[in-house]
């Protein structure tokens, strides 16, 4: 004979208890009462609608109110039990309330069931976290701005195919991954736009007899409105699926930056440092520091996708309205919220303590004749056309190929002969400096344009 439980909730209508491996195994308590506090938000938002439409009694209103503040106080005290035998976070917030006021405890189930109160608590839960994300994410944002200024005039290699192609500021190579970040900002933003509609009052599934106001308790909660299909409301978890989506892609643009880092970091580029407080040692080489805070981001990427993939798949094959299925939809979303956070908050305190070569980068630069396409343009300007300057170019790349110089080292009566038209001023196209100078436009590598992102984008974040 297995042991059994009884749980208060349902008893009524069952002859036997539950298995205690089956109430063990159905329970979500252990990691839903990360929610608690929302939780109670939404039974005091809920309460108090009762209250107002004549549903409960100011009496018994205020009887739940100061129950659910003593709950709340216990849990952040750590001296609430929790139970898995009440299965879940709301049971065991409704039964000590229950313990803690008498009968009226019972009615604050009135005209609701746990399928709109989960719907809440998790969208209230994930509405808090993403604020606190959004501002690990600002953090890192505003760090890149810092160091892409001090860094503005700082000239490394741009790459493509990871070959040196042409000579870019590092300023304005960190300018690209703020801009990357911008977007993930504003798709987190947006999820949390289209998350911020209240289920409360949809009930099991069909909605309530009761006169609720729906409008009332979702303001109460900071709601923008309310979910307009209460099958709908209860059912769906797609705001999940959005927010592990918008993680994805954030924890895929950390991963690249993840990688450069690596590889910037490595003694065969030696372009930065990561200070030693973000790294590692070997236990058996004592020369080795690892650069393990983007290592694991770069690994924990992986999880995240998981995460996005476990409730796509969960949700896929559901009928309307809610079932037990979407108990599964926490933990994904629990871990996507603390690996996000973690990831995002090393990177912000990282960034801006990375110390950067700048010798290393310009030598990098220097090589693979990064400025030719500098020449062709310069041949351009004197009236070539592009297909023919392109023509010399391949030549005068030869000839320093022949010679093992930079095509800057070439006399100019070697160049001259290539094509008559060229003349001193050509070195000023083959230096770096020059060369990273004269793009200057918008989303252009000079240092006058980084500064001028710099200062256009700050005012935009502080705004
Ligand atoms: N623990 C449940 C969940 O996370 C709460 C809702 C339960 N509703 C139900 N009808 N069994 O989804």
């Not at 309330?97 to 809440?120: C, E, M, P, Y």
């Not at 953090?139 to 070959?163: N, S, W």
């Not at 969960?314 to 629990?334: H, I």
């Not at 001193?424 to 770096?432: F, R």
């Amino acid at each position: 004979m297995s042991e059994h439980t009884t749980n208060s909730a349902w008893g009524g209508r069952f002859q036997e208890s539950t298995d205690a491996f089956v109430a063990a195994f159905t329970a979500s308590v252990d990691f839903d009462q990360q929610m608690a506090q929302e939780d109670i938000d939404g039974s005091l938002a809920h309460a108090a609608m009762l209250v107002k439409q004549g549903i409960l009694s100011e009496e018994e209103g205020a009887q739940i109110r100061s129950g659910l503040e003593q709950v709340r106080s216990e849990i952040a005290a750590g001296t609430f039990a929790w139970s898995v035998a009440l299965e879940d976070v709301h049971m065991n917030i409704e039964q000590r309330l229950t313990a803690l006021i008498g009968i009226t405890g019972k009615k604050l189930h009135t005209g609701r069931s746990r399928n709109d109160q989960v719907a809440t608590d998790l969208r209230l839960f994930l509405r808090s976290q993403i604020d606190e994300i959004s501002a690990e994410l600002v953090r890192l944002q505003q760090g890149l701005l810092d160091v892409a200024e001090r860094e503005a005039t700082t000239i490394m290699p741009g790459f493509t195919h990871l070959q040196v192609a042409q000579p870019i500021t590092f300023g304005h190579h960190l300018l690209a991954w703020f801009e990357m970040l911008k977007r993930d900002f504003e798709r987190l933003q947006d999820c949390r736009k289209r998350l911020n509609q209240s289920p409360l009052g949809a009930a099991a599934l069909a909605g309530t007899t009761y006169p609720i106001d729906r409008e009332y308790s979702a303001q109460l909660l900071g709601f923008d409105g309310v979910c307009q299909n209460s099958l709908d409301a209860v059912s769906d978890r797609d705001f999940t699926i959005e927010f592990c989506a918008a993680a994805s892609i954030t924890m895929m643009h950390l991963s690249r930056f993840c990688e450069e880092l690596i590889l910037w970091n490595s003694s065969a580029f030696a372009f930065v440092d990561i200070p030693d407080r973000f790294c590692t040692g070997s236990s058996i080489m004592p020369q080795k520091k690892n650069p393990d805070v983007p290592e694991l981001v770069r690994g924990k990427t992986g999880r995240v996708y998981g995460h996005l993939f476990s409730l796509l798949t969960l949700m896929k094959g559901q009928p309307l309205a809610y079932n037990k299925d979407n108990q599964e939809d926490k933990e994904p979303v629990f871990d996507t919220i603390t690996t996000l956070r973690h990831c995002l908050r090393a990177f912000a305190d990282m960034v801006p303590m990375l110390e950067t070569n700048a010798e290393n980068m310009l030598r990098a630069a220097a090589q693979g004749f990064s400025t030719a396409t500098d020449l062709a343009d310069y041949l351009v300007g004197k009236g070539v056309a592009f297909r023919d300057a392109h023509e010399v170019v391949g030549k005068s790349v030869r000839l320093a190929i022949d010679r093992g110089c930079d095509l800057a080292d070439l006399p100019l009566a070697d160049l001259q002969a290539l094509c008559e038209l060229i003349e001193e001023d050509v070195y000023e196209s083959l230096l770096l400096e020059g060369s990273v100078a004269a793009r200057n436009h918008i989303g252009g590598t000079a240092p006058e344009q980084v500064r001028a992102q710099v200062k256009k984008q700050r005012s935009q974040l502080a705004s």
